[in-house]
């Protein structure tokens, strides 16, 4: 059974940074590409980050570029975001997801191309 669990949330001013985490378990992770999305209630799920399996290619939302970073440790079946620069709008809760094919050169940005989703962390940045 695959599971993921998200960690590294909290409040935060803006300006100020965060690193999430993603453990992954039940899966030969090092062969799927990993995405981070985001969601505000009452709002859709956002596209934030995704990275290839070999963390070779990794894409991003333009509301977040430059001042995220994904990453991945597929020794520690890890991914990671760093948010550098938090303003208010990325407050929301902030979910990681496995893709839903294996061995994807290309990380996708379509929420429904993962199959797999974490139980997500809060982030509030105050401003």
């Known amino acids: 059974q695959v599971q993921l669990v998200e960690s590294g949330g909290g409040l935060v001013q803006a300006g100020g940074s965060l690193r999430l985490s993603c453990a992954a378990s039940?899966?030969?992770?090092?062969?799927?590409?990993m995405g981070w999305f985001r969601q505000v209630l009452g709002k859709e799920r956002e596209f934030v980050a995704a990275?290839?399996?070999?963390?070779?290619?990794?894409r991003y939302a333009d509301s977040v570029k430059g001042r995220f970073t994904i990453s991945r440790d597929n020794a520690k079946n890890t991914v990671y975001l760093q948010m550098n620069s938090l303003q208010f709008e990325d407050t929301a809760v902030y979910y990681c997801?496995?893709?839903?094919?294996?061995?994807?050169?290309?990380?996708?940005?379509?929420?429904?191309?993962?199959?797999?989703w974490g139980q997500g962390t809060q982030v509030t940045v105050s401003s």
């Open positions: 039940g899966l030969m992770f090092s062969r799927y590409s």
């Open positions: 990275i290839s399996y070999r963390g070779g290619t990794t």
């Open positions: 997801a496995r893709d839903r094919y294996s061995d994807t050169d290309y990380p996708s940005s379509d929420p429904t191309r993962f199959a797999s």
